[in-house]
């Protein structure tokens, strides 16, 4: 069995992905910090984060480490999801607001938004005017703005912020900030 017990804060090195295991976790597997997986390839994985903060996710693309030199990459797995579109832009965000306004974890694109299946939010969504489908896809939601949850791996968000390879998220609040410094609101 492969112990894992430690996240690496770096991307793989090209021999790295070569060599180390895939984990495809879904949503639910890549908030915890001990489970018992297989690996893709059929290995039996034991991940025990101790170190990890409660509320941290596993991130596609993330590097675990553990005993005598094994790592593993983290791939998000396809998982039943709701795929939200909207005939304009302004659609799309009422409605991922009032996904927000309920906590609700999202993957954010410029044109649609993911979610985990949800009958009663699926139902609200309709009746914002809203399209909802249903699909199989990896499934990745923003991290909150506090929790260290970002996607990319560089300088965090407080730090010098490069406006491209951030978050959608971490992009609308770089925004506002130099608004706020500009004199803005």
């Given at each position: 069995m492969i112990r894992l017990t430690r996240r690496l804060?770096?991307?793989?090195?090209?021999?790295?992905?070569?060599?180390?295991?895939?984990?495809?976790?879904?949503?639910?597997?890549?908030?915890?910090?001990?489970l018992a997986t297989m690996s893709a390839d059929g290995q039996a994985v034991a991940i025990l984060l101790a170190d990890a903060?409660?509320?941290?996710?596993?991130?596609?693309?993330?590097?675990?480490?553990?005993?005598?030199?094994?790592?593993?990459?983290?791939?998000?797995?396809?998982?039943?999801?709701a795929r939200v579109t909207a005939d304009t832009p302004l659609a799309l965000l009422r409605a991922t607001y009032h996904l927000a306004n309920r906590h609700v974890p999202a993957q954010l694109s410029a044109d649609a938004v993911l979610i985990e299946r949800d009958p009663v939010l699926e139902a609200m969504l309709r009746g914002l005017g809203v399209r909802v489908e249903h699909a199989d896809a990896p499934f990745d939601p923003e991290g909150g703005a506090y929790d260290g949850g970002h996607r990319h791996h560089g300088p965090s968000p407080r730090d010098d912020a490069d406006p491209v390879s951030a978050t959608v998220g971490e992009q609308l609040s770089i925004a506002a900030h130099r608004g706020r410094g500009a004199g803005g609101p």
């Open positions: 804060d770096r991307p793989p090195t090209a021999q790295e992905r070569a060599h180390a295991v895939r984990l495809r976790l879904t949503y639910d597997e890549r908030v915890k910090t001990r903060r409660r509320g941290s996710v596993l991130r596609d693309g993330d590097l675990l480490a553990g005993d005598a030199g094994a790592l593993a990459i983290v791939e998000a797995a396809p998982q039943p999801v």
